[in-house]
């Protein structure tokens, strides 16, 4: 479980510093499920039943965020895996729980620290210059509603987007309603 144990500072403005609480994981959760609530679930079933998937889709948030100066991908991966994967949600796989043949019991299941380093890469992916235009925005973001995502990781996807036509960078994230 997360523990907002610890405060750091972070530089906030040109002086201002304000100290954020910063969400520790404990390792021993790894592993652990922890059954999803009927809402979640019911956004969870199509990353495990392809005939839910079928019939339903998939229901995912994409959120932009533009920046005036380049993103560094490994800066952006380590930042949302400190910060974002404090979250146990965002470090967990969605799993079914249910025996074979029946109806899906949804959870989620908490990835280790050694198996969120590993999925990090296909979670934090570089787009830059593939993504140009607000026309290629928003064909990408339809195409990732419609995309089936690695049921072995968790259900999000943060895409890197520098020297867009604008000359701004955008970092995109676009997280399933199940978390």
């Known amino acids: 479980m997360a523990d907002a144990g610890r405060v750091e500072d972070v530089q906030v403005g040109a002086s201002t510093k304000k100290q ?4 520790l994981r404990d390792e021993q959760s790894a592993g652990q499920t922890k059954a999803m609530r009927a809402f979640s679930a019911a956004f969870a079933m199509p990353a495990v039943d392809k005939d839910i998937e079928e019939k339903l889709g998939h229901v995912r948030v994409a ?3 533009y920046f005036k100066s380049p993103l560094e991908l490994q800066r952006v991966t ?3 895996k400190d910060r ?3 979250f146990p949600r965002f470090r967990s796989k969605a799993i079914n729980t249910a025996k ?13 620290g050694a198996e969120l380093d590993v999925a990090m890469p296909y979670l934090v992916l570089d787009k830059t210059g593939e993504i140009q235009t607000q026309g290629d925005v928003d064909s990408f973001v339809s195409l990732n509603y419609r995309a089936v995502l690695d049921p072995n990781l ?11 036509a604008d000359r701004r960078s955008m970092l995109l ?7």
């Open 84 to 86: 974002l994967c404090a």
């Open 154 to 164: 968790p259900l999000w996807r943060a895409y890197v987007c520098n020297d867009m």
């Open 63 to 65: 959120s932009l965020l």
């Open 20 to 23: 954020l609480p910063v969400l």
């Open 173 to 179: 994230m676009v997280i399933d309603h199940a978390i």
């Open 100 to 112: 074979e043949g029946q109806r899906p019991v949804m959870a989620f299941q908490q990835l280790s």
């Open 78 to 80: 380590s930042i949302l």
